[in-house]
């Protein structure tokens, strides 16, 4: 039988790091959803969720409820992302000077740069949609179609029932067709 998180994080206070790696393994997808709701960008997201865990490992021993790990883990990526914010905007103020390299003039065998920055502006504009959307909806949706978890994972992260699960991504993705432009899937054909 499965442990539960409160068990796992008991446990992982103590000191057992097969405890805290396997609260990881439960809880990075919905981790990762939630920061690239805040992000919008794949690697940001990435880097952010490694700096979530290594804060959340260096102060677990102070987490008091441990029934409340998702909660507090949500709340720390979700600070994480504040102040990497605020690490970009005083960097953005103190830019270094572009360098050149002779490898950026080889081309590659991929996508041109105007697609990828093509699929860049599409893809944050899905994301701005989706960010507009009740809490309610944004979560299950960034897991199931941006994360890719399925839904019995997305239901054991969530606490939701299968039943309950399908109403929302039905709804949600309703309401994201409906707030998309007509036009918007013609840009992906192009």
């Known amino acids: ?68 790990f998702r909660r507090w883990l949500l709340t720390i990526a979700q600070r994480a992302a504040i102040d990497a914010g605020r690490r970009d905007t005083r960097l953005k103020r103190v830019r270094p000077a572009a360098v050149e390299t002779p490898l950026a003039a080889i081309p590659g065998k991929g996508p041109s740069p105007a697609e990828h920055v093509s699929r860049d502006e599409l893809r944050q504009r899905v994301v701005a949609v989706l960010r507009s959307l009740p809490e309610d909806y944004r979560l299950p949706l960034t897991l199931r179609y941006i994360v890719g978890a399925d839904a019995e994972e997305i239901g054991s992260q969530l606490g939701l029932t299968n039943g309950a699960l399908r109403g929302l991504l039905h709804r949600g993705l309703k309401m994201l067709r409906d707030r998309l432009p007509p036009d918007f899937g013609t840009e992906l054909d192009g």
């Open 1 to 68: 039988m499965s442990e539960t998180d409160a068990v796992l994080v008991g446990r992982a206070q103590a000191g057992d790091r097969d405890a805290f790696e396997e609260l990881v393994r439960r809880t990075s997808r919905l981790v990762y959803a939630r920061l690239y709701l805040d992000t919008g960008d794949a690697h940001r997201t990435e880097d952010l969720l490694q700096e979530t865990y290594l804060l959340a490992f260096r102060s677990l021993r102070g987490l008091e409820d441990a029934a409340g």
